[in-house]
């Protein structure tokens, strides 16, 4: 399992390192700008950027430091626009097990993160349409979480191996 689980990190940092970064937002200015979407505003997001944020406490702290050579983030998400919002789609096991849907202020919010990064992959017109596609599918789908953070466990999905599935579809 070691070997499958790099291998899927590895497709998402190879994919991230290839970004455009949009935006990386420090633990300081988090804490310092009220409301957190202050910090967000700045940023024009599209639908398929990803973003990544460090959280607090011993998983956070566990899953970061699973990562070989990166190990400044533990979750990630997929941003998802609608209707002039933005949100962020991510596999989590809170506050709903499977596929949850969040504002990205609160996504990035202190209160959940102290760092937070933006990155827009330079994916062709054909990929965008297909990774819109696949993410107006997820959202149908009711995915399970992935709590074993196995890969060979069919429909359930955990963050990294959530985007790094819907990349190699599009």
Known sequence: MKTKTFVAVLAL???????????????????????P???????????GDLVF?????????LLRKTGRREQR??????VWIEQGKTYVLHMAAEPYSGLNRTAIADFISPDVASEA???RLPLN?????NLFDNLNREQLMKRPFDDAFELENGMP????EWIAGLLIRS
């Open 53 to 61: 944020r460090r959280g607090y406490g011993l998983v956070s702290d």
């Open 13 to 35: 940092v190879v994919a991230a390192n290839g970004c455009l970064v949009l935006q990386a937002f420090s633990p300081v200015r988090l804490n310092h700008i009220q409301p």
């Open 37 to 47: 979407t202050g910090t967000v505003q700045e940023v024009r997001f599209n639908t």
């Open 117 to 119: 990064a933006v990155y």
């Open 157 to 160: 999905q955990y963050c990294t």
């Open 125 to 129: 017109a054909m990929s965008q349409h």
């Open 73 to 78: 983030f533990s979750h990630a998400g997929m």
